[in-house]
């Protein structure tokens, strides 16, 4: 019964290709996000969906693209991967930010890009 | 502009010491919440608590104390007894009431390490 999941854990590739990792969760919660950590742990958010429609894309490269088939899933792909996207990738996903009693984010276990 | 500080890159500590993690934080909302999260080794983020600005009430969870300051824009957390599976990286983050699409603003985190 895993809340939040991601796939794959690890993702090694050549600098160039393109990539995915997908994450769903079981929370029943409506807002899904995308953080990013660097190499010196700083984490910064990438986007938000709620309800499937993108509420922050945060001056992410375009070849960062989300895809939100449904409320659970959130999956995001990369196109012409360059080193500096080397970071370990969070997915989280909480309840719409009206519901403020329970609106905490919980993340998934984190997929660890390396590109080479 | 949001702004969360953990002046603390690294804590080390002898088990069974207490220990304070600082976070200051900077907002122009006049409501918002504050978070902590934990972040062991194996990588994971762990919630820990969220904090509403209107309840200034400090908090206790068993060795995990808060405690929120809002004349002083902190929300600084203390580990009574500390133990060696506390050793992790401790993140504080921000987060307007409403608006903002649930944004969190983390950070950079404090290394603590608890030796035997």
């Known amino acids: 019964d895993t809340a939040v999941s991601q796939t794959p854990k690890y993702l090694v590739t050549q600098m160039g290709n393109d990539k995915s990792i997908k994450c769903e969760q079981n929370?029943?919660?409506?807002?899904m996000y995308w953080y990013k950590q660097d190499s010196k742990k700083f984490l910064k958010i990438m986007f938000s969906?709620?309800?499937?429609?993108?509420?922050i894309n945060e001056t992410v490269p375009n070849r960062f693209s989300p895809k939100s088939p449904d409320k659970a899933h959130l999956n995001l792909h990369i196109n012409s991967l360059e080193l500096g996207d080397s970071a370990v990738y969070f997915c989280?996903?909480?309840?719409?930010?009206?519901?403020?009693?329970?609106?905490?984010?919980?993340f998934g276990p984190g997929t660890r890009l390396t590109v080479l | 502009a949001q702004k969360v500080t953990q002046a603390q890159t690294e804590i080390s500590v002898v088990e069974k010491e207490d220990v304070t993690l600082d976070c200051v934080y900077e907002?122009?909302?006049?409501?918002?919440?504050l978070f902590w999260y934990k972040q062991p080794p194996s990588g994971e983020l762990v919630f820990l608590i969220r904090?509403?600005?209107?309840?200034?009430q400090n908090e206790i969870s068993g060795r995990y104390s808060w405690n929120f300051q809002k004349s002083t824009s902190s929300f600084n957390f203390t580990i009574t007894a500390s133990q060696v599976v506390d050793s992790a990286v401790y993140f504080c983050?921000?987060?307007?009431?409403?608006?903002?699409?649930?944004?969190?603003?983390f950070g950079t985190g404090t290394q603590l390490k608890v030796e035997l």
């Open positions: 983050a921000l987060r307007p009431f409403t608006g903002g699409g649930n944004k969190l603003t």
């Open positions: 989280a996903s909480s309840h719409t930010f009206r519901d403020y009693a329970y609106n905490e984010q919980f």
């Open positions: 904090r509403n600005s209107f309840d200034e």
């Open positions: 969906y709620n309800n499937k429609e993108l509420i």
């Open positions: 907002t122009r909302d006049t409501t918002y919440y």
């Open positions: 929370l029943g919660h409506d807002t």
